[in-house]
C-alpha cells in the first residue's frame, strides 16, 4: 500500500468528523473546547514525557481564545489531525502487506521466547531440518480452530470481513492473529488499546501487525468519532477489520451479551457508502467467533474487578496479569503441560443486518431464502443513510452475534465444575448472601458427595443444551464421566492461578478463591440454567 | 400469470438504486379479508390511497373488487368502490411499500410464511393481530421475523371495534415500532382520517396489551351472563389490567404501554362493548352455553380463545400467579362452571391492589 493512499484516508477520516462535528460556527467552537477540555485534563492526570502534547494543546488553547468565529474549524481540523495521525501511527501497510508471511514466524518466537523449552525445541527441529516445523510446534498444537472456517476464507475474496469474537484476555488478540494466518487469512486491521503496549513483547509484536492504536484515556467524544470513522474507512477501503464488540475483556466470565454498537454500525455505514459509490466489491460480511480456554489468564484480575461495587469497574487496567511477562510464561507452560486446548469458533458469517450469509455471500432470510440485502437500505427507492433506522439495524445485528455467541461457545471441564462447585456452595449456604459467600469462604467446604450431585445435574443439561445446538462443548464434557470431569478440571482450577479456585482434600471439596469459581462457572450464565441456581 | 422463480438468484440484484424497478403502484396492502382487515382497508381507501387487499378466497376477492361488499365478514357495509382484492398473494404483496398483516393468530405462522417468498427488505410490514402462538408463545412480531426477511416490523392495537369503524365513528389506535419509518408510513396513510394513530416505541407492550384484554372479555362477558353488573364488570377490568401489566413486564413490555390507548383503552372497549366477539363468547359461556357449540355457531375467530391457553401455559413456566386468567382457563377449556369459577375468583386472598407497580 503506498503512503499516497495513507494520505488519502487520513484526509477523508478528518474531514468526515469535521462535517458532522463542525456543521456551524457553533458547534464547531463548542467541539473544540469540549476537546481540549478532556484533552488538557487527560494530560493533567497523564503528563506526557516530553511535553510535546501539553504545548500543542496550550498552543491550540491560547488561539482558540482569540479565534474569530469561523477560525475554530480550521483548529479543530489541526487536532483532529493530531489525533489521526497517533491512531494511524502504529499501522505501517508495508508490514500489513507482508505479515501474511511475518504472522506466523512473530508468534512462534514471541511464544518460544515465552517458553525456553519451547526454544529449544524449535532449535533442534531446525537442525534436524524438519518441513513446516514453525507451524508445528508451539501454538498450533495447542490450538483448535473449527466452524465456519472455509466460508469466511472464500468471503474474505469477494468481500470485506470484520472478524467479531468474544473477549477474555489480552492474548485475545495474538490468537486471532495466529488463527488467521492458519487460516491462510490476510492480518486484518484492529484498534489495539495502548495498555497492550504495556507488555513489551506483546506490545512489539501487535504494533506490527495491522493495529491502529487506541488511546483509552482520550475521552472526547470527538476522538471517539475518529476512531469509528478511521475503522469505517478502512472497511470501505477493502481492510479486513477485527474488533471485540464486548468493548474490553469480559470481567465476569459471562459469555457477552451487551454489545458495543458503535464501531459495529460501521460496518453497515461503510456498506452504505460502497453501495453510493458504485463499488464493484461493497459487500462486507461479520464473522462472530468465540475463543474458549480452559484457564484464563488474567482471571483473578478481572473477577476482583467485576465484584468490584458494581458499576465502578475500572475500564483501563494496567497492571494486570498481561504486563508481567513471567505471568504469561507461566500461564503458557500451564497450558502445555496440562495439554491444554484453546478453542476458537469462527461461526457462521453474516451481513451486516444479522442476516445469515451463503458460501457465495448471498443473505439469507430465517427461511433460507436468498434475498437483495441491499434493499434495507433504500428509502423511496434509493440508497441512503437513515440514522435511526441504521441504528435500529445495528441492534439487530448485535442481536444476531450475541446469539452467534452463545452458539459457539465451547464449555470446558473447568466452566462446568465451577459452575457446579459455586452451586454446592451456595445451596449449602442459602442464607448467605453473594459478596460474604465471596470475601469468608476459607473455612467453607462442601462434600465431594454434593459437588458430583450438583455437577451430574449440571452436566446432563449441558448435554441437553448441546444436543439442541444452545452451545457447544468439548471432548471430555462429551464423553467423560463426572469423575473424570472433575478430574481434568481439579488439576487446571489448582495449578495456574495464585491461589487455587478449589482443591480436593479427602473427601471435602474446599474453595480457596470462591471468585474463581464464579468467574470460570459464570461462562454457564446466560443459557436457562438459572432453575438449577438454589 | 405466474413468474417463474429462480431459486438460486437474489429476488433483486442490487444496482446504483438498489433495484428501485420494483415500482411499487398501491399505498398499502391488507393481507387477511376479516373485519379488521377489511375496515383498515376501507379506511385507508377512503382516505385517498390506494389499497390492495388479499384474500384467501378468489369468490370474496370477486365480491370485495366487484361488488363492493364482505358479507360475511361485514353483513351489510358498503366497501370503496376503488378498493380492489385478490387471492394471488404475490401480486398483492409486491404492489405496495407498507403492508398490514390482519390475520388471526392460529393461521398467522402459515400465513405470514407465503408471505416471506415475496417480501423484500424495503417493506414496511405492520400486523394487528391480537394473540399469542400457542405452545410456542410468541408474539405475531416474533413469528414475522422468524419467517420473513422483513425488518421494519410493527404492531398496531387499540379500541377498533371494526362495526363501529365501518360505520365513521371517530376512533384511535397505537402503532408501535422500533423504526421511525414504520410508524410514520402508517401514520401518512391513515393521517386526516377520522381514525386517529398515535405512535410507540413499545411493541411487546402493545402486542401483550392487545392479546391479553381478549382473555379478560371473556371474563366480563361471562359476568354479564351471569347477571352481575357494572360493579364487577369493573372490577375485573382493573384487577385484569394488573394482571396483563404483571404478565407483560416479564415479557419485557413499558409500563406505561399499559395505561394508554392499546392497554387500558382496549380494555374498555372490548370488556364492555357488545360488539366484541370475545366478550359476545364470554356472555354465552356465563348463561352455561358449552365451548364447542358457541364455537360452531361463529363465523369469525374470537382471539381469547386460544391466547388464555398460551398465556396460561407461559405463566405456569415462569410461575406467575395470574388468577383472572387461570380462572377463564377453567371455564372456556375446563368446562368448569360460571359459578365455581366465579367463587374460586372471589376466595383469593386479598393483597396490596398496586404492588404489580414498578416504584422507585
Known sequence: MDPEHREELIVEVVQRVLDRQARDDRSAEQALFDTLYHERRRLEHHPDEHGSEASFYDRIYSEATKAAPGRHRELLRKVLQQFANEVDGHFDRRVYAMATKAVPVALNVLLNTLSPLRLVETIQARLAGSADVVDDIGLAGQIEISGHTEQVKRLARIGTTILVPTHSSNLDSVLIGFALHQLGLPPYTYGAGLNLFANPVVGFFIGHLGAYTVDRRKTAPTYKDLLKTYAGATMETGYHNLFFPGGTRGRSGAVEHKLKLGLLGMGLNAYINNLLAGRRRPDIFVVPATINYQLVLEAETLIDDHLKATGKSRYIIEDDEFSRPRRILDFMTKLFSLHSKIDIVVSRPMDVFGNPVDDEGRSLDPKGRIIDRSRYVLTNDVIGHEPQRDREYTRELARSVGEAFHRDTLIKSTNLVSYAAFQALKHKNPKTGLYRLLRSSTERSVSVKDLYRHMEQTHHRVLDLAQAGRVRIDDTVRSQDTVAIVGEALAHLGSYHSNPAIVRKANRILYPDPKLVLYYGNRLSGFGLDDLEA | ?360
Open chain 2, 1 to 360: 400469470m405466474m413468474i417463474d422463480h429462480d431459486k438460486s438468484q437474489p429476488r433483486h440484484q442490487y444496482g446504483k438504486t438498489g433495484g428501485a424497478d420494483r415500482g411499487y403502484d398501491r399505498d398499502l396492502t391488507v393481507v387477511g379479508g376479516g373485519s379488521f382487515g377489511t375496515a383498515l382497508a376501507s379506511l385507508a381507501a377512503g382516505n385517498d390511497k390506494k389499497v390492495i387487499m388479499w384474500v384467501r378466497r378468489p369468490e370474496q376477492a370477486a365480491e370485495i373488487s366487484e361488488q363492493h361488499t364482505n358479507e360475511r365478514y361485514l353483513p351489510g357495509h358498503d366497501l370503496p368502490g376503488d378498493l380492489q382484492a385478490t387471492s394471488d398473494m404475490e401480486r398483492a404483496v409486491r404492489a405496495s411499500r407498507t403492508v398490514i398483516v390482519a390475520i388471526p393468530s392460529k393461521s398467522f405462522r402459515a400465513v405470514t410464511s407465503m408471505l416471506g417468498e415475496y417480501l423484500t427488505g424495503d417493506q414496511v410490514v405492520v400486523h394487528s393481530t391480537k394473540g399469542l402462538e400457542l405452545n410456542t408463545h410468541r408474539r405475531m412480531s416474533e413469528i414475522l421475523t422468524e419467517e420473513t426477511c422483513a425488518k421494519k416490523i410493527g404492531a398496531l392495537s387499540g379500541p377498533n371495534l371494526a362495526k363501529e369503524i365501518m360505520g365513521g365513528d371517530p376512533a384511535g389506535c397505537l402503532v408501535a415500532s422500533r423504526f421511525a419509518e414504520v410508524r410514520h408510513s402508517l401514520q401518512v396513510i391513515y393521517g386526516g382520517s377520522r381514525f386517529r394513530l398515535y405512535s410507540g416505541h413499545d411493541v411487546v407492550g402493545t402486542e401483550i396489551a392487545g392479546a391479553f384484554k381478549n382473555i379478560v372479555a371473556l371474563a366480563c362477558g361471562a359476568a354479564h351472563g351471569m347477571g352481575f353488573g357494572q360493579n364487577t364488570v369493573s372490577l375485573l377490568i382493573t384487577r385484569g389490567l394488573s394482571e396483563m401489566t404483571r404478565f407483560g413486564l416479564t415479557m419485557g413490555a413499558n409500563v406505561f404501554t399499559f395505561g394508554g390507548l392499546a392497554g387500558v383503552g382496549d380494555l374498555v372497549a372490548t370488556c364492555t362493548s357488545p360488539l366484541s366477539r370475545n366478550h359476545k363468547v364470554g356472555v354465552r359461556l356465563g348463561k352455561g352455553e358449552p365451548l364447542a357449540e358457541i364455537l360452531d355457531s361463529m363465523t369469525q375467530v374470537a382471539e381469547g380463545v386460544p391466547t388464555v391457553a398460551a398465556v396460561q401455559q407461559f405463566a405456569k413456566q415462569r410461575h406467575l400467579n395470574l388468577p383472572i386468567v387461570n380462572g377463564v382457563h377453567a371455564l372456556v377449556h375446563e368446562a368448569m362452571k360460571p359459578n365455581d369459577v366465579m367463587r374460586l375468583l372471589m376466595s383469593i386472598p386479598v393483597g396490596q391492589e398496586l404492588a404489580v407497580l414498578p416504584h422507585g
